[in-house]
Structures are given as C-alpha cells and as structure tokens.
C-alpha cells in the first residue's frame, strides 16, 4: 500500500513537501515515481528517484521540485517550492513491481499506485 500526504492550499511562491509512505513491500530495493493530474488534463510524470537514487524531473519542475527518500522509514519525500499555479493537480506515488535501479517516467512501468494528495495554488 501506498499512502500520500502533505497536499494542501499554499499561495503562488509558497512552498509543500508530500510524503509517499509504503508498507507491504520494500522501497529500498525500489524506484518510487511522483505523478500529477490537473482536471482535465492527462496525468504526467513529475520526478522519480531509483533505488540507487538516480533521479530525474520533468522539465517544468527542474530547479523547483527535489525529490529523497528515506528507507528507513520506507518514505519518499517531494519537496516542491516556488510553487505556480500550474502545479495544481492531483499529486501521486507510484511503484514498480519489478526490483532493479531502474529511473523512469514512463507510467507502464508502474504497478502500485496511492490515490494521491491534492495541491492547490492560488492567491
């Protein structure tokens, strides 16, 4: 099971930080991948951090978002400063089945899902 937390209202320029905690399985041996759905709008990958913490962002994201993890307490942290407007979505935690220091976007690579954490920015 994945759980999200940490969404909320935050105004333009303000800052978040959503935790994605497992339990169940291992995310040591994991990539964990942070998507995000605004309404009407295709869901789209944000960050990814792998088990050997290869990371990469979205270009939209790059030099705002910073995804870690801590496997100790089996969580995944997205901290999200300078936040826009733009970043308002419903945000995500994904994990694969499969172990291995893999580090991608690509949503067919994922097989567990959280029902998310939503992020709303406004003034």
């Known amino acids: 099971e994945l759980v999200e937390s940490g969404g909320g209202l935050v105004q333009p320029g303000g800052s978040l930080r959503l935790s994605c905690t497992f339990s169940g399985f291992s995310l040591e041996d994991r990539a964990v991948g942070w998507f995000r759905q605004a309404p009407g709008k295709e869901r789209e990958g944000v960050s990814c951090i792998s088990s050997d913490d290869s990371i990469i962002y979205a270009d939209a994201v790059k030099g705002r978002f910073t995804i870690s993890r801590d496997n100790a307490k089996n969580t995944v942290y997205l901290q999200m400063n300078n936040l826009k407007p733009e970043d308002t979505a419903l945000y995500s935690c994904?994990?694969?089945?499969?172990?291995?220091?893999?580090?991608?976007?690509?949503?067919?690579?994922?097989?567990?899902w959280g029902e998310g954490t939503q992020v709303t920015v406004s003034s």
């Open positions: 994904a994990a694969p089945r499969r172990t291995g220091a893999v580090v991608t976007l690509a949503e067919w690579e994922y097989d567990f």
